[in-house]
């Protein structure tokens, strides 16, 4: 158990307090020593902590001084507390393993099992099991290993002592406007998104948005159309806020808005990720991006557009957003610093359409708070003073030498048949197989590798989903890319030139 108290005991009255609370028929003294000496010998009293004066403790307890200083006393006639003439009274250092010793939890009744909501439960059922986290392949990760941190911690502290006071409380804005205003700068030119600094809305990560728009906008049991295959991460956002997923084919024009499954009622919400469809990789053509417009305006529904990694484009020239196409209302746009600067920085943003702006703040400040202003102020510095520009075209380059280290390790297996997608975008590559049983094996045989491989069929609403594997390169470093795409080349050739084996065997 962790001591509570480490070197000096001040929560120490409150604690007792809380303890005496309870009714008993035993003398308070008695009470209070053996408070005392159960915490000593759990460890929830570390060794060394300092107890607060008797006077202090009695006073903080509301009983008289004399019955502390009785179970005080008795504690350290029995070993469990050293009093020192002037210095107080501390935790003896026993010469027993103390966290071993029978504490006062341990007679209670085990915890209860959780009693999760159906919701719960269905939420977990997406959470998925965790397959480890290795350094190649997990997708979504950039190259944390590069990332200016000399430079970001400069700008940080700068900010911090300049942290206006009303910045420490609740805030209720939409964010810093020196960070919207950076931003919307830079989506106005880079991604030809049409807004005015008001429209931007700061929030703590793209899920975060989601979950907004989701509760917003949807009510329990309202379709939504997402991407079928699709980011996992909206669509337990999406089902545990009630609304109902609807699996929308892609193709490679990305969502095809003619084949939603029959038997759902008019979308409320449209997910997507046009510019780099998640996972497959590929771009919204322009008669896509038409259709879909005209198929939210037909049923009133408002398109979500996920533009997560746009910065990575290798050759290719830039994609405008879906939303600068549209002088209609109905597209939310949805950003994330996550993929450019670091996931645990839980910085992201939505650009609303007018209506929604005023709303959508003010639900965010209540169900969600509004966080983190010094480091918002520090961002936008980073982005006007021209540090993001430059580190995303680091960053582009070296995510291009290493999908192009991942490609030369792969090459005996490509050689051989496996089919690696294009690659023009992002910071991933979608190995297609053909077989289900493949991906499976070599799913737990990386498990076991130190390597972790992404199936591609559960990125599926629906089974069986197409088998493949999700590689991410961005966050794994050369050599790492070097040594697990030839232990992944190795497997898939042993595992193919097995199977071809045992189909030519005779009979
Ligand atoms: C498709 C997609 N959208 C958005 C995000 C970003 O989410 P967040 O800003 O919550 O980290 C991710 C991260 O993995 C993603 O893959």
Redesign the pocket.
């Known amino acids: 158990m962790e001591p509570v108290v480490a070197a000096r005991a001040d929560w120490l009255g409150e604690a007792l307090g809380l303890e005496l609370s309870g009714a008993s028929s035993l003398p308070l003294t008695r009470r209070l020593y053996r408070a005392l000496r159960s915490w000593v010998q759990s460890g929830r009293l570390a060794s060394g902590a300092r107890l607060p004066s008797s006077r202090r403790l009695a006073r903080e307890l509301g009983v008289g001084r004399n019955s502390v200083l009785d179970a005080i006393d008795q504690l350290v006639a029995e070993g469990f507390l050293e009093t020192r003439p002037g210095a107080g009274t501390d935790v003896a250092d026993l010469p027993f393993d103390r966290t071993a010793a029978p504490s006062e939890d341990s007679s209670r009744d085990p915890p209860p099992a959780a009693s999760l909501s159906a919701r719960g439960e269905r939420l977990l059922s997406l959470c998925g099991a965790s397959a480890g986290h290795h350094e190649a392949f997990p997708?979504?990760v950039p190259a944390l290993d590069r990332f200016p941190d000399e430079l970001w911690l400069r700008l940080l502290r700068r900010h911090q002592r300049r942290t206006p006071v009303a910045w420490l409380d609740y805030r209720a804005e939409g964010g810093v406007m020196a960070l919207r205003e950076a931003l919307c700068d830079y989506l106005r030119l880079s991604r030809s998104v049409r807004c005015r600094p008001e429209q931007v809305l700061v929030v703590?990560?793209?899920?975060?948005?989601?979950e907004l728009v989701a509760r917003m906008l949807g009510d329990p049991g309202d379709a939504v159309w997402i991407e079928e295959p699709?980011?996992g991460?909206?669509r337990a956002c999406f089902d545990a806020s009630g609304l109902a997923p609807v699996p929308v084919p892609v193709d490679d024009e990305g969502m095809n808005p003619a084949r939603v499954p029959a038997g759902h009622g008019a979308p409320r919400l449209i997910y997507v990720?046009p510019s780099h469809q998640?996972?497959c990789g590929v771009t919204m053509s322009l008669p896509r991006r038409l259709a879909l417009l005209e198929a939210a305006e037909r049923h009133g529904a408002w398109i979500v557009e996920?533009d997560?990694?746009s910065e990575f484009r290798y050759g290719q020239r830039p994609i405008a957003a879906l939303q600068g196409l549209t002088e209609s209302v109905r597209v939310i746009y949805?950003g994330?610093?996550?993929?450019v600067l670091y996931?645990g920085l839980?910085?992201?943003y939505l650009v609303l359409p007018e209506p929604l702006v005023e709303p959508f703040r003010r639900a965010n400040a209540r169900l969600h708070r509004e966080a983190q202003y010094p480091v918002q102020a520090a961002l936008g510095e980073f982005i006007a003073a021209g540090h993001f520009s430059r580190h995303v075209r680091r960053m582009r380059e070296c995510y291009r030498q290493r999908q192009a280290l991942l490609r030369r390790s792969l090459a005996p297996a490509v050689a051989r048949g496996l089919a690696l997608s294009e690659g023009q975008a992002g910071m991933h590559l979608v190995a297609w197989l053909d077989d289900p049983a493949l991906e499976a094996t070599l799913v737990a045989r990386g498990a076991t590798s130190g390597v972790t491989l992404s199936p591609l069929s559960d990125y599926y609403l629906e089974a069986p989903g197409h088998p493949g594997l999700v590689l991410g390169y961005a966050g794994t470093r050369d050599e790492e890319i070097l040594r697990a795409g030839r232990w992944l080349a190795e497997e898939w050739l042993s595992l193919v030139e097995g199977q071809e084996a045992s189909l030519s065997a005779p009979p």
């Open positions: 997708p979504g703590q990560g793209a899920q975060q948005g989601f699709g980011y991460g909206v990720t998640y996972p996920d997560y990694d949805v994330t610093l996550s993929k996931p839980r910085l992201g």
